[in-house]
């Protein structure tokens, strides 16, 4: 799950500033399930725009925008979307990027996109993959610090961790005593053994 959060209303504005004919394309896929960019979502936006003088053409809500097939595609879901001279997309970076290369309008974002991130147990869970391209996680028990520890250490723990909280985050609980944890439990200690290389580190 891409985990993204919305942008103030405010910035929203801004982004659409001097733009009209508005057509809004969600996303029922991971914006949905953050309440991002669902069908409600997308309604209250398309009322909140028209709030402030906007003219909303029409919406339309894919099963997710980051892997819509053609302009052809979300026509016919909605025609509308062929008078539509700006295109908000209330979805992730991806989908932002999917829609902006089939249309020829300008296409503008709605969200903020900040990890890649799971939902386990009715809970949203962020930040669990860095999406580094290099992925190590075996090493430390399915617990991703580059993605998890805000210093994205590979080598052990800062030492600021308080009570087994971060130092840089104390909502957050401490990556590294996690991994040790889950390590620990497994019997497999000897992988935290491995000494990564700077080169390693800054990937």
């Known amino acids: 799950m891409i985990i993204s959060s919305a942008k103030p209303f405010e910035e929203v504005i801004e ?61 016919e879901k909605n025609t509308a979307i062929n008078d539509a001279k700006t295109i908000l997309v209330m979805a992730c970076g991806s989908g932002v990027s999917i829609i902006s290369g089939i249309v020829d309008v300008p296409v503008y974002p709605s969200n903020n996109t900040e990890s890649l991130g799971g939902r ?7 930040e669990l993959c860095a999406m580094c391209g290099d992925c190590k996680i075996y090493y430390f028990g399915g617990i991703c610090p580059k993605g998890q520890c805000p210093k994205r250490l590979l080598n052990g723990p800062c030492g600021g961790a308080v009570e087994g909280k971060c130092e840089v985050d104390p909502e957050k609980d401490c990556a590294w005593e996690l991994i040790f944890n889950k390590m620990e439990k497994k019997g497999r200690l000897d992988l935290l053994e491995k000494v990564w290389t700077v080169e390693e580190l800054s990937e």
């Open 15 to 75: 982004l659409l500033k001097d733009k009209d004919d508005i057509f809004v394309v969600g996303c029922n896929a991971c914006a949905a399930k953050l309440h991002v960019g669902g069908e409600p979502e997308v309604l209250e936006m398309c009322k909140r725009l028209e709030d402030e003088g906007k003219n909303i053409v029409g919406w339309v809500i894919p099963s997710a925008a980051c892997s819509v097939a053609s302009f052809d595609s979300l026509v």
């Open 120 to 126: 386990s147990q009715g809970e949203v869970i962020p």
